[in-house]
């Protein structure tokens, strides 16, 4: 299943009413037998069927279509993957997948291992579920995607049907589908070996038929779609017993388990129901926590795929056949269907280039509920429209959040946030434009009142100003010399390049006596305003220690 944004505790706490947003159904153009697992992933949607896997975008909308395949049955990708992996049933081997190309780049042979059907994989490891309906010939096998030519390892033991199989957090259950009375066993994966846990049965005559199996996604939990119960079970790994029942279909008869799933982000749990005569589906949410059911939607005139629920980003999927064709459908749930969040962005009314500014605001929920810590993504543009470095903002845990900027010239900044959401919570962004008025500095000179004729002259000046660092800037300087008789003569001293906190130095040697006018020049850019002062240095007629004649 594919991957999805992290979710806080605190988001689980409040309810809510469904949203009256639509679900959609999407005709995929082919009619298949078998098939009718799905993943999402980089934007893409894939779905087994049998001699091709349909891609389409998050939509339905039709991409393109891997053919030429033989028993495409089970899908798998993992969270930060970019390949998808296919069972292929009849040929006996997995497919390796570019999610970008959609090129077939890896076959691993399972011929040792025929038939597999089911797929769970977590990060580079892959568990395979096999066997082709003769007794003994079925079971798991486990295999390290990262080398080109796995090795396959056995895990548990044999089975007469491929058994369903899910994996996280180092917990591996698998069950087989056929089996009566059910099994569903229970290994720690953690290390390259499967080391067994134990062994769900439910009570002393075991589980009725397993139509489903899936787990949590911190791996405590294992969900359970059985046939004769009317419901679905969550039950804890760890103490294998059962801890929650999710019932409450709106079909007749309470309708019949199909497939179970839950969330990446552990926000809620998806069970799939069928009519008893297979003419209609129906999707249910539930609360994780209290089996509330928060969401539900219904189709009429098609059967669910057992198994085919899928999660990508904040959208949930399944897939649909129609009775007699076998004409394959994808189902998608409303965007984040059930809240709403607000994202606000306060910024000062003005600034001033080189300095920094505050930008505040915070994020709420439509339920009311403290969102936790979460990540908001900043976007910002100077003012000629070109992006600047993307940063990441993290709130704090009742959602409030602030961040600093130093805008590096005048004009205006734009800035825009944005929170993506998650399963409960649909995302929202907030904007806001800064006017940035340029830099103005404060231009001083240092240096002595008198000087003596043919004596170097030290001058330093600055125009600095606390926490600003300055870009690139020129100071001129040039000087008027009025001498004693009344001539008039003036000279340019070499251009300075001040330092980055704005302090500068220059020097001079007087050759004419007089009064020397110093006036300098500082260079304006996109950030600061020009600036000027002037300092004079008087310098006698004589050299200081020369005696007066006459």
């Known amino acids: 299943m594919a991957g999805s944004l992290l979710v806080t505790a605190g988001l689980l706490v409040a309810q809510a009413p469904a949203a009256s947003a639509a679900d959609t159904v999407t005709d995929l153009g082919v009619a298949a037998d078998r098939g009718g697992d799905v993943v999402g992933k980089s934007g893409k949607i894939f779905v087994a069927a049998d001699d091709r896997i349909v891609v389409t975008k998050s939509d339905g909308a ?39 190309t959609l090129a077939i780049t890896k076959r691993i042979d399972l011929t040792a291992y025929p038939c597999p059907s089911t797929l769970a994989q977590s990060y580079e490891r892959l568990w395979v579920g096999y066997g082709c309906g003769e007794a003994g010939e079925g079971g798991v096998v486990a ?39 059910a099994v569903i066993r229970v290994y720690d994966v953690r290390t390259d070996s499967a080391i067994p846990r134990g062994e769900i049965r439910g009570d002393a005559n075991g589980l009725p038929l397993l139509r489903d199996l899936a787990l949590t996604e911190d791996g405590s939990a294992a969900l359970s779609a059985l046939a004769d119960t009317r419901q679905f ?79 990508y980003g ?132 240092t240096g002595p009142a008198t000087g003596v004729l043919g004596e170097r002259l030290e001058f330093s000046g600055t125009f600095a100003a606390d926490g600003v660092v300055f870009p690139p800037t020129t100071i001129t300087v040039s000087c008027k010399i009025i001498a004693w008789d009344g001539t008039v003569t003036s000279k340019t001293l070499p ?10 130095g220059f020097a001079d040697t007087p050759t004419t006596p007089g009064e020397h006018t110093y006036t300098i020049k500082l260079a304006g850019n996109s950030a600061i305003e020009p600036a000027n002062t002037s300092h004079v240095v008087t310098v006698p007629s004589r050299p200081r220690g020369t005696p007066a004649t006459g």
């Open 233 to 311: 079970d969550a039950w804890d790994t760890t103490t294998l017993a059962r801890a929650r029942s999710y019932d409450s279909s709106a079909l007749p008869e309470h309708g019949l388990p199909a497939a179970v799933a839950a969330s990446p982000n552990g926000a809620y749990v998806v069970g799939g129901w069928n009519s008893s005569a297979g003419e209609a589906a129906e999707l249910v949410v539930y609360d994780p926590a209290t089996a509330e059911v928060i969401y539900a939607a219904d189709h009429q005139g098609k059967a669910l795929v057992a198994g085919s629920i899928a999660f």
């Open 314 to 445: 904040v959208l949930t999927y399944a897939v649909l056949k129609e009775p007699g064709t076998g004409r394959m459908h994808l189902w998608r749930l409303p965007h984040s269907p059930y809240h709403a969040s607000t994202l606000t962005m306060t910024a000062p009314s003005g600034a001033t280039a080189l300095k920094q500014l505050t930008l505040s605001g915070r994020l709420t929920l439509s339920t009311g509920a403290l969102p936790g810590v979460q990540t908001l993504e900043l976007h910002r543009w100077l003012p000629d429209g070109t992006d600047r470095p993307f940063q990441e903002i993290t709130t704090a845990a009742d959602g409030t959040y602030q961040f600093t900027d130093i805008p590096p010239s005048s004009g205006t900044f734009k800035y825009q946030l944005y929170w993506p959401g998650n399963s409960w919570f649909m995302g929202d962004g907030a904007s806001t434009a800064v006017s940035v008025a340029s830099h103005q500095p404060v231009l001083t000179v």
């Open 143 to 181: 295999l390290g995607l990262w080398t080109p030519t796995p090795t396959l390892v056995p895990v548990g033991p044999g089975t007469t049907q491929p058994p369903l199989v899910a994996v996280a957090r180092g917990t591996l259950v698998a069950g087989e589908p056929a089996a009566d009375p």
């Open 495 to 504: 251009k300075v390049t001040p330092a980055a906190d704005g302090s500068f």
């Open 62 to 100: 039709l991409i393109d279509t891997i053919s030429g395949l033989s028993g495409a049955v089970a899908l798998s990708v993992a969270d930060n993957g970019r390949k998808v992996y296919a069972a292929l049933r009849d040929s006996h081997e997995v497919i390796e997948i570019d999610i970008a």
